[in-house]
């Protein structure tokens, strides 16, 4: 099993960019499925964006971020980076990493992970 540790978060004014990172250590990441999540204070966590363990696998993102937001990952480096462009007040949120080995179908869920990060704040000032 891996273990997750989210980095890169901070405060930005609204137009900023910030890019976030997962690194795993433990096992192989390049196998696993990761996820990004956030939850912002009195919400429930909700589905940011996935990526593949395929090589030529999936990028997912919600609809809310399509377009601001890039997910990526460098195996080499166990490793996926969330670039976050264009960021607006509503981004602000805690972010969460989580793994799941070769994924499943359930990859914009909560339950179709069972690996995560402890979290990193981002919050977007107008």
């Known amino acids: 099993q891996v273990q997750l540790v989210e980095s890169g978060g901070g405060s930005v004014q609204a137009g900023g960019s910030l890019r976030l990172s997962c690194a795993a250590s433990?096992?192989?990441?390049?196998?696993?499925?990761v996820g990004w999540f956030r939850q912002a204070p009195g919400k429930e966590r909700e589905f940011v964006a996935a990526t593949s363990w395929r090589s030529n696998g999936y990028t997912v993102y919600a609809d809310s971020v399509k377009g601001r937001f890039t997910i990526s990952r460098d195996n080499a480096k166990n490793t996926v980076y969330l670039q976050m462009n264009s960021l607006k007040p509503e981004d602000t949120a805690v972010y969460s990493c989580a793994a799941r080995y070769l994924g499943s179908t359930n990859y914009a869920t909560v339950s179709g992970y069972n690996v995560w990060g402890q979290g990193t704040q981002v919050t977007v000032s107008s």
């Open positions: 433990g096992r192989t990441f390049s196998s696993y499925t």
